[in-house]
T-cell receptor
């Protein structure tokens, strides 16, 4: 079974609007962490935001927020007031203690295009 | 502080040649990771080190791949001999140690785009 599922291969949004990128995960470990990374066309992987499974509040970092719904095992990324520079691939990742290593496993990504 | 540094940024080589990719982690980080990214397989962990010691190399595809970390500020990933199917973007990432001793958030280098003809 896939640990991380990103069902939207591509998303389009108008500049200045908000967009939600979906991520669902699969784990039986009570202690886990969720990450979002951005990969622009230049290729680098940029860390955006992190949510721990025991965190009470949804994580926020500037225009990025993580809509963490534990019971549904979803960790959607919300980008508010989209900008042209937000056009990129976005990867969700999860780390869990099951299996020993606490190293993130990455989803296949969602391509976001922001239209002017 | 400088981020993770990788060199070269682009490498084009012919099948059968040896390829060496280099990485300088963020100063003070305890963990170093090598990933490979392809369209077919996405982002795959190849190997990671803790305090210069290889911890898990189960992601290394075959014996043609080897990685070393001779000191805290330098690591190499070597492919010998290279094959066309090794063409991919290779990322190095580093992280500090979290409160539990596990790796904290990973910070990635810019990647090396390898093309094997």
């Amino acid at each position: 079974a896939q640990k991380i599922t990103q069902t939207q291969p591509g998303m389009f949004v108008q500049e200045k609007e908000a967009v939600t990128l979906d991520c669902t995960y699969d784990t039986s470990d009570p202690s886990y962490g969720l990450f979002w990374y951005k990969q622009p066309s230049s290729g680098e992987m940029i860390f955006l935001i992190y949510q721990g499974s025991y965190d009470q509040q949804n994580a926020t970092e500037g225009r990025y927020s993580l809509n963490f719904q534990k019971a549904r095992k979803s960790a959607n990324l919300v980008i508010s007031a989209s900008q042209l520079g937000d056009s990129a691939m976005y990867f969700c990742a999860m780390r869990e203690r099951t299996g020993g290593s606490y190293i993130p496993t990455f989803g296949r990504g969602t391509s976001l295009i922001v239209h002017p | 502080d400088a981020g993770v540094i990788q060199s070269p940024r682009h490498e084009v080589t012919e099948m059968g040649q040896e390829v060496t990719l280099r990485c300088k982690p963020i100063s003070g980080h305890d963990y170093l990771f090598w990933y490979r990214q392809t369209m077919m397989r996405g982002l795959e962990l190849l190997i990671y080190f803790n305090n210069n010691v290889p911890i898990d190399d189960s992601g290394m595809p075959e014996d043609r791949f080897s990685a070393k970390m001779p000191n805290a500020s330098f690591s190499t990933l070597k492919i010998q001999p290279s094959e066309p199917r090794d063409s991919a973007v290779y990322f190095c990432a580093s992280s500090s140690k979290g409160a539990s001793g596990d790796p904290d958030t990973q910070y990635f280098g810019p990647g090396t785009r390898l093309t094997v003809l």
